[in-house]
């Protein structure tokens, strides 16, 4: 049977390339810098030769990390891992900035149209304006102790109810109804994580350093405005952000405490302590819908089916071609993504299932993330590929809404209603995390030479301004700590916003697919397919939804929502 996504045609670059071999690599930079670069038929011909081989370094690097957090305890993979970060990316980043100063030298760039080569010619600028040779050994390092952090989380254990559990294994214990074992299941998981928060703080001591030191060495005062722009964000600021956070705290708090004054009332209790957020408040026992990985790609599988029949078909070619890891094990790197392998232009979609409904809410999500890969794959330049993260939120989250809507084929009607309704309400409850972590960043990167116990006072005055209505009571190093946990900070820092803007993206599309579910998707897939060839705002008008951070925008989504919920 024929592939539906069939590999690329390689032209410029050997189909037995070692992208893990500098001299391989060195002698195709060499020939692209050798290149007159006079007119447009020669720059967009060095360009696509440049993404072929951009595109199999991508691949490389992209298996290795696959490897390593599959199993994190495996030292041959992290070995491979590492060797590529430090032995082959500062290379490739030094010879990828020569290229970018070539072609940004060429007198033909006026000649190339707008669409897409304005958001590709953006970003190579962004790029030689921020890159330092003295840089890639910082980025080395930084790279090595995230390393470390993975395999320090993909690490716990967790000892309860007689096994030895991993912390997403614990997580189901959350929803029983037996509120002692709540607690227990609760306590014993942050026994296991205290035991190495000194390890993760020595290490995100670390990494604040070296990052205010890379940006330091690129012309910058502290890290934030460095990072805004690798990140390439030219549609929004940090005073936008803060604003964000304004109107989160406005429109969203009052809403998730009114949330949780239900759920103590409905639950008989006075005040939430934080084992009492995942329980059915209803005295309902948990819902255990699948306990294999079979079973789960089943469950999703119908779901999209129902938003889409060619997105079904999309989830049985990465079946069958061996691209899901979705079930938690022991030395697993925790969370979940999803990965491109850019060579063959597929995704990698890696969770941490253990049979509860978040599950497919998170599969879900990581399909919206392979469905937009897919959908641009079309695209030769690896820069039309490599779209905003904004805008790849918005495909994720999308997808959990769309599927959210179809929860009844898959479900019994009481249980379809029930995980409806809670998913709405994760919906505000994580609008408020994104504020809090993302504040978080702000203070820490703005005062980089901070104490820990400062970077615990700041966390606790962030979360008393997002936070919900629960109670802490004996448990300040843990609230205190919260942040620790959210491995964003760590790996991708300053990328945790883009959650919040999506979800406001994602929560227009679920209108607009409620109103009309045929034009709805025919708008999904229109955006997706343009990849990363607009700009943020024309990729979402191209999803029929507007790009719109303002307190009137959250405040009648959230009203939106909120009416769902009572109904």
Request: glycine fraction near 6%.
């Amino acid at each position: 049977m024929p592939l539906l996504f069939p590999s690329p045609a390689w032209t410029f670059v050997p189909h037995d390339l070692d992208a893990g071999s500098l001299p391989a690599l060195e002698a195709l930079f060499d020939d692209l810098f050798g290149r007159p670069l006079t007119s447009r038929e020669q720059v967009e011909a060095w360009l696509r030769d440049e993404s072929e081989l951009q595109s199999r370094i991508a691949a490389e690097q992209a298996r290795r990390y696959v490897r390593m957090t599959r199993q994190t305890d495996d030292l041959a993979a992290k070995n491979a891992y590492l060797a590529m970060e430090a032995e082959v990316m500062p290379r490739v980043k030094v010879r990828s900035d020569a290229l970018d100063k070539k072609l940004l030298a060429s007198p033909a760039l006026h000649e190339l149209p707008d669409a897409p080569y304005a958001v590709v010619i953006r970003r190579r600028r962004t790029q030689s304006d921020l890159f330092r040779e003295a840089n890639t050994e910082l980025q080395r390092q930084e790279s090595e102790l995230q390393t470390r952090q993975q395999g320090l989380m993909g690490g716990i254990k967790v000892e309860f109810d007689g096994r030895t559990l991993t912390l997403q294994q614990v997580a189901p214990y959350a929803e029983q109804q037996d509120r002692t074992v709540r607690e227990a299941a609760y306590r014993a998981s942050l026994s296991a994580r205290r035991a190495v928060w000194p390890q993760l703080e020595e290490i995100y001591d670390r990494l604040i350093a070296l990052r205010t030191d890379i940006a330091r060495n690129a012309g910058f005062a502290t890290y934030t405005p460095y990072r805004f722009l690798e990140l390439g964000r030219y549609d929004y600021t940090e005073a936008t952000c803060r604003q964000l956070h304004d109107t989160i705290a406005d429109c969203v708090v009052p809403a998730v405490r009114e949330l949780d004054r239900r759920r103590a009332k409905a639950l008989g209790l006075v005040r939430l302590r934080p084992w009492d957020l995942e329980v059915d408040p209803e005295g309902r026992p948990p819902l255990r819908p699948f306990t294999t990985e079979a079973e789960l790609i089943n469950l999703c599988r119908r779901l999209v089916h129902a938003v889409d029949p060619t997105f079904a078909t999309w989830i049985d070619e990465l079946v069958a071609r061996d691209l899901l890891d979705l079930m938690s094990r022991p030395g697993k790197a925790p969370g979940g993504y999803q990965y491109q392998l850019e060579d063959d232009r597929v995704p990698f979609v890696f969770a941490n299932g253990v049979g509860v409904h978040h599950d497919v809410q998170t599969l879900l999500h990581e399909s919206g993330h392979a469905f937009h890969s897919l959908l641009c794959r079309h695209f030769d330049l690896l820069a039309c590929r490599d779209y905003p993260i904004e805008i790849a939120e918005t495909a994720s989250m999308s997808m959990e809404l769309l599927g959210l809507e179809h929860l009844g084929t898959v479900y019994p009607a009481a249980d379809a209603r029930r995980a409806y309704k809670k998913h709405l309400e994760s919906v505000l409850r994580t609008l408020t995390w994104i504020a809090s972590i993302d504040a978080f960043q702000h203070w820490i990167y703005g005062a980089p030479g901070h104490t820990r116990e400062q970077r615990r006072i700041a966390w606790l005055d962030i979360r008393r301004r997002f936070g919900g209505d629960v109670d802490w009571d004996g448990l300040d190093d843990a609230l205190a700590m919260q942040w620790i946990a959210q491995t964003h900070l760590f790996n991708h820092p300053f990328y945790y916003i883009e959650y919040g803007i999506a979800q406001l993206g994602a929560l227009q599309v679920w209108q607009n697919y409620r109103r009309d579910p045929a034009r709805a998707v025919a708008g999904y897939k229109r955006a997706l397919a343009l990849g990363g060839s607009r700009k943020l705002p024309d990729l979402f008008a191209a999803m029929d939804v507007r790009f719109d951070l303002s307190p009137t925008m959250l405040r009648g989504l959230v009203a939106d929502v909120m009416r769902s919920i009572d109904a």
